[in-house]
């Protein structure tokens, strides 16, 4: 891609809170994270399942060193530089499979420090890294997001209580964070895109009536680690070591990135949070103060 294409690419990121790039990944690595996401939903009970069929499937990464050559590839750092991370570290990641039929995913944003000023910046903290493994459209659950939604308050933003029992297991089908609003945007992918957005931005997913799987990986990182506060350096610090998180999964385990096999560690360590500083780790608030969001 020219310069000028990744600066274009730079400031749809900026102005709309997301990108979609291209065939980011070769074939060889997409069809790596199609086994592993395979063999890793067969792992993942119907019960789990079923208790966040809104979501598909939550199953988190931290516990499964077999993903670490997957958010360390050089494909997809290489993509943040050339996005503008400066110092990009890998923070978290689930995978995400809505099941044949499986509902909407509920509207959302994932960024958990919304006390800390640098939320109302122009620049997200946190970046989505979302790996689709099958094509997707609206017909079998495609991303839908708010553009603009990460910098400026949007009526999504009062949809109650996101990442909420009752939202992920789908409990009120015609709740709002569920319905069609007139600012979605539907992002379509073929498997090898990376679609990268600010953490900040409103996005969820429509539902699935196909009847195949649509499994996702989606991955976060902080773009530029080493620029970050204390105390969000800190809090991902923790959660590095702790498994915090919201949702826990039964059957995969009790790892934590610190605590993977010695050859899964040295392969993600330049892209592992740096440990525990002094300190105090940043309060996990996941709602932004809405009066600040004011771009
Ligand atoms: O399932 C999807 O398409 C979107 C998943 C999502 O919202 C997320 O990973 O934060």
């Not at 943040?80 to 995400?96: E, F, K």
């Not at 122009?122 to 708010?146: E, K």
């Not at 560690?265 to 996941?286: K, Q, S």
Request: hydrophobic share 45%.
């Amino acid at each position: 891609m020219t310069c000028s294409g990744w600066e274009a690419h730079r400031r749809a990121l900026e102005r709309d809170g997301f990108v979609r790039i291209k065939g980011a990944l070769p074939p060889a690595r997409v069809r790596a994270a199609q086994r592993l996401a395979q063999d890793t939903l067969a792992r993942v009970s119907a019960a789990d399942r079923e208790a966040v069929k809104s979501n598909g499937s939550m199953a988190n990464l931290a516990r499964l060193p077999a993903f670490a050559g997957l958010l360390a590839a050089p494909e997809i750092l290489a993509t943040l530089r050339q996005l503008g991370a400066g110092d990009p570290r890998w923070t978290g990641g689930y995978l995400i499979s809505k099941s044949p039929g499986g509902p909407p995913l509920f509207w959302h944003q994932d960024w958990w420090g919304w006390d800390d000023p640098i939320s109302y910046g122009a620049r997200g903290a946190q970046l989505f890294v979302m790996i689709y493994l099958t094509a997707t459209t609206p017909d079998n659950g495609c991303l839908r997001v708010a553009p603009g939604s990460h910098r400026r308050r949007h009526a999504l933003h009062a949809v109650a209580d996101a990442h909420s029992k009752a939202l992920a297991g789908f409990e009120d089908p015609d709740a709002a964070a569920f319905a069609s609003h007139p600012d979605e945007v539907a992002v379509c992918v073929q498997p090898g895109d990376l679609v990268i957005g600010d953490s900040r931005l409103i996005h969820g997913a429509y539902a699935n009536r196909s009847g195949a799987e649509r499994p996702l990986i989606t991955l976060w990182y902080a773009p530029d680690f080493a620029a970050l506060p204390a105390g969000i350096r800190s809090r991902y610090a923790v959660m590095m070591a702790e498994q915090d998180g919201d949702v826990r999964e039964s059957a995969l385990g009790d790892l934590t990135p610190r605590t993977w096999p010695e050859a899964a560690r040295r392969i993600i360590a330049a892209v592992l949070p740096d440990p525990a500083c002094a300190a105090e780790p940043t309060p996990w608030r996941r709602n932004p103060d809405l009066d600040r969001l004011t771009a």
